[in-house]
């Protein structure tokens, strides 16, 4: 069974550092784009990041400057550096990757369970 695991998250004050893991395991035949989601209270889900497999990066100007995602394909892990955080970067983070399993035709998007970063004083 194919799973995605983030992992990283916590309570960090304005102006401070978070690095979030996301990992993909299981029987997993490849992986194609992989990237960050945020959902905040009262707010619908926004793109945070995106990396291609060849390594094309995506990120929205709210968080562009401040933000870094990466990957190794060899660990089939990405990454999300968040420098300078704010207040308004309170959410839960998502990580999401389109995975082809082993046993399936297709690539699907799958989803992790989320971890929670809070930024406050």
């Known amino acids: 069974q194919v799973q995605v695991v983030e992992s990283g998250g916590g309570l960090v004050q304005p102006g401070g550092s978070l690095r979030l893991s996301c990992a993909a395991s299981?029987?997993?035949?490849?992986?194609?784009?992989m990237a960050w989601y945020r959902r905040a209270p009262e707010k619908q889900r926004e793109l945070v990041a995106a990396?291609?497999?060849?390594?094309?990066?995506q990120y929205p100007a709210s968080v562009k400057g401040r933000f870094t995602i990466s990957r190794d394909n060899a660990k089939n892990t990405v990454y999300l550096q968040m420098n300078n955080l704010k207040p308004e970067d309170t959410a839960d983070y998502y990580c999401?990757?389109?995975?082809?399993?082993?046993?399936?035709?297709?690539?699907?998007?799958?989803w992790g369970q989320g971890t929670q970063v809070t930024v406050s004083s």
């Open positions: 999401a990757a389109d995975i082809r399993a082993s046993s399936a035709p297709n690539y699907v998007r799958y």
């Open positions: 990396i291609t497999y060849g390594g094309i990066l």
């Open positions: 299981g029987t997993i035949f490849s992986i194609n784009a």
